[in-house]
């Protein structure tokens, strides 16, 4: 075995890249607090009250070359269910039909989720860990007492269950503090504006290069075409001129 594979430090939360970075910024001992006083394997009573009240999740997954990605998870309050203090499932709904996140969790189980309370107490739960996509009857059948959602649009086909690795607080020194409003959600709908339509431009863009690129191709073509009359042999040019 190699004296990497012996490093104490392997024994800690965190990855080795952060625990090297510590050392070379002199931030270890401040890391090992934090690991000691607030990292922990499963979720205490006062995390899972937290995550029940809940409304907002951000969702970070990876492929297997571990190409990023991150996402926003919402619904009512509570929809993301604590199973046990080692399992949270949060329902997939309907959404664009691109699955990255369910895509990359295919590939690399490996997930970090964010819930922040940007209402009252203007404080976060890191839940980092294991996640597999179940199917809405398999997990039923694992726990009877899941509740149905009843409103169209946002029921779950799918719940992703993510088994607890590490739990543990984000700090609310720059959390800001916002205030609710009320809005109608159109939920599950296909509608273009209620999902944002074109917001960023980047259809109306993408129209507008294709348009641009074909433009440059019907000119290129055209300029071909004259080029091999301008150089075609005398002969020719006068055998055509004849025959016309």
Known sequence: MTDAALDPRDLLPGSRGEHRLQERLG?????ERFYGDQVRDRLLPSMTEFVQR?????????DAHGECDSSLRAGPEGFVEVLDDRHVAYPEYRGNGVMASLGNIAENPHVGLMMIDFVEDLIGL??????????????????PDLPSDPVPGRRAELWVVVEVEEAYIHCRKHIPRMV????RRRWGTDATAPKGGDFF???????????????????????RVGGEREMAPSDEREGAGAAS
């Open 201 to 223: 431009g980047a259809a109306a863009t993408r129209r507008a290069e294709d348009a641009q690129d074909a433009a440059e191709a019907t000119r290129a073509a055209a300029d």
């Open 27 to 31: 931030t270890t001992a401040r890391a």
């Open 54 to 62: 809940m409304s907002l999740l951000f969702v970070a997954t990876s």
């Open 180 to 183: 609710p409003a009320d809005r």
């Open 126 to 143: 890191h839940v980092n860990g294991t996640a597999r996509v179940v199917e809405d009857a398999e997990l039923r059948e694992e726990y």
